[in-house]
């Protein structure tokens, strides 16, 4: 494959979910033929046909250029006295033909998204991401610097694809005493906002360690008030063995 082809290469999907966003509690588009584009790996961005898009866009000049995806049109997003500056692209001379009737909205420009009638944060949902959440009665013990910080024999196992094996453990089975509430919160559309905790383990405080779900999203309720550290950064043990470390982008 040549080199031209090889930058031209993008992940394109028609989607069949309703989708909404709006603007100042304006409607900005609604779409029932929405486009998956995979501009990262993790997860797809929504381009919008722009017969659906509902708002005025003001033509604001260049945008960015994308090796896949051509060179873009940047446009202010305005409805109803409500504007979001540089918040459209188009991409009109696409070498990727799909593209070239589409808007793609920037998604913190927006108020709030909608995938038919349940709002989304942070970002879309991949199709292809699953979240499995297991009742378990292996035991668990978690280890931080050497120093037993968690121990169950009822944790929640939560699979996530892409993701390493995730152990969930009440409160109950965790030294709660050697955990220091932190400021942290992180966002995810399948499960919800996390809070956090650091942990202080032989004089020495470990930041951001373990969180937790106090008010999970449907499909991941089951860890609601759980406590799970980072496999990446803590040793765990399951049924006394060891687990390798794993490799994530965390």
């Known amino acids: 494959m040549s080199a031209a082809k090889e930058r031209t290469r993008v992940r394109i999907e028609q989607g069949g979910k309703r989708i909404r966003a709006y603007l100042g509690g304006n409607l900005v588009a609604d779409t029932t033929a929405p486009v998956l584009v995979w501009e990262i790996p993790?997860?797809?961005a929504y381009y919008i046909p722009a017969a659906d898009v509902r708002a005025e866009l003001v033509e604001d000049g260049p945008g960015k250029h994308s090796p896949s995806r051509g060179d873009a049109t940047a446009y202010t997003v305005k409805v109803d006295g409500a504007e979001a500056p540089g918040s459209?692209?188009?991409?009109l001379d696409s070498p990727v033909e799909e593209l070239r009737g589409l808007v793609r909205l920037e998604w913190e420009a927006m108020d709030a998204w909608f995938e038919e009638d349940e709002e989304v944060?942070?970002?879309?949902?991949?199709?292809?991401?699953?979240?499995?959440?297991?009742?378990?009665?292996?035991?668990?013990?978690?280890?931080?610097?050497?120093?037993?910080?968690?121990?169950?024999?009822?944790?929640?196992?939560?699979?996530?694809?892409?993701?390493?094996?995730r152990y969930y453990l009440p409160k109950t089975h965790v030294r709660m005493d050697l955990l220091e509430h932190t400021d942290t919160a992180t966002h995810c559309p399948y499960k919800g906002t996390a809070e956090y905790w650091s942990v202080r383990a032989n004089g020495k405080i470990h930041e951001d360690l373990a969180w937790s779900y106090?008010?999970?999203?449907?499909?991941?309720?089951?860890?609601a008030g759980l406590v799970c550290f980072y496999s990446e950064k803590v040793d765990i043990f399951v049924d006394g063995v060891l687990q390798e470390r794993p490799k994530s982008r965390f």
């Open 88 to 91: 459209a692209l188009r991409y």
């Open 214 to 223: 106090p008010t999970p999203l449907e499909e991941s309720r089951k860890v």
């Open 42 to 44: 993790y997860y797809p």
């Open 121 to 165: 944060f942070v970002h879309p949902r991949n199709p292809y991401t699953r979240v499995d959440v297991l009742a378990s009665s292996r035991r668990v013990r978690v280890e931080v610097d050497g120093v037993t910080v968690a121990e169950s024999s009822s944790p929640r196992l939560l699979f996530e694809t892409g993701l390493p094996v």
